[in-house]
């Protein structure tokens, strides 16, 4: 039995890698199209989120306020049921929330 050459073994060779490359990047495409379809609806989802915290909070009466700071935010009022912000606490309510006094709403 003859011998393939190295020459056609060689084409061979370059003919399986060329392949694997293109079913990679073929999957690779299709990974990035399904992330992509993903992102879509989680921002989707985020905005009709949004939407419907908007409405809730429009329609709340803030009724309740408590002081809190949140990570990266200055201290702010935010209504207990709703969590929208309202305003900025008074000298005396930031006072009694940073050293926790009676007064205090701290909750955090
Ligand atoms: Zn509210």
Redesign the pocket.
Known sequence: MEQPDDDFLEKAEARRIAAQEAADQKERLKEEEETKKKAINIHKDIDNLQKELND??ES????DAVIKQRPGDTVKKY??????Y?NYPTEQELKDYLYGNDRSTRKD
Do not use: E, I, S
């Open positions: 809730l909070q709340c009466k803030h009724t209504c207990v049921a709703c969590d929208k309202l």
